[in-house]
């Protein structure tokens, strides 16, 4: 089966895991002390796939720049939970909301959109209810998905339901809207993730 190169952007406030969220996916670890990055591309060495992690510090002109060659998937993330940092869970909530915006306007058309509550497990300080964070996605048609890189909750799962809404090429450009299924790259086989 041919491979696809595809893109992710991974979006959001400083802190809220995005780092995090690729090692897990890509590693299966976690790492409590990670380094605060800022738009370093990490190769996905599983699938075939270049993540892009980008903070809201950079500007929108900067961090929406897409390459046109891939098809653009956008994983938007907030915490669901207060936080012990400066920002609190509205204020991530809200960066999403404004990242969301941003992609209305500059990103491609018919970009796949998830947002990710991550830090489910930290789930004596949620303040962002489940409900509302779902309703938002909705109202946007995006997906929704609570997760916790830390406990390893729903990141295949995120990864898995955005690949189900990328439409499939055939050979003469056409698209469908069938999704494609996740696989593990042959040459990749020393790798343990699962
Ligand atoms: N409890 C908990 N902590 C998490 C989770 N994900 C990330 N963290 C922690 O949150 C902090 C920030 O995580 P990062 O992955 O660096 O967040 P980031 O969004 O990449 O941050 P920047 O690189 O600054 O943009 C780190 O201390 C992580 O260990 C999670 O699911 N649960």
């Given amino acids: 089966m041919a491979l696809r190169e595809l893109k992710v952007c991974l979006l959001g406030d400083t802190g809220v895991g995005k780092s995090s969220i690729v090692w897990r996916f890509v590693e299966d670890s976690f790492d409590p002390n990670i380094n605060p990055t800022i738009g370093v591309p990490t190769e996905n060495p599983r699938m075939h796939r270049e993540y892009m992690q980008k903070g809201h510090r950079q500007s929108a002109s900067c961090s929406l720049n897409f390459h046109s060659r891939y098809c653009v998937l956008v994983l938007v993330l907030f915490y669901s939970v207060s936080h012990l940092t400066n920002l609190c869970h509205q204020d991530s909530f809200q960066t999403l909301k404004n990242w969301v915006k941003e992609l209305r306007q500059h990103g491609p058309p018919n970009i ?3 947002i990710a509550g991550n830090k489910c497990d930290l789930s004596d300080a949620r303040e962002v209810p ?7 996605a909705d109202s946007i048609h995006a997906i929704f998905v609570e997760t916790s890189a830390k406990n390893a909750i ?3 799962e995120v990864f898995v339901e955005i690949s189900k809404r990328i439409p499939v090429v055939d050979e003469a450009g056409g698209s469908s809207a069938r999704g494609f299924k996740l696989g593990r790259q042959a040459s990749e086989s020393r790798r343990t993730c699962c």
């Fill in 154 to 156: 729903n990141i295949n």
């Fill in 112 to 114: 796949v959109v998830a």
């Fill in 130 to 136: 489940e409900k509302d964070a779902k309703d938002y």
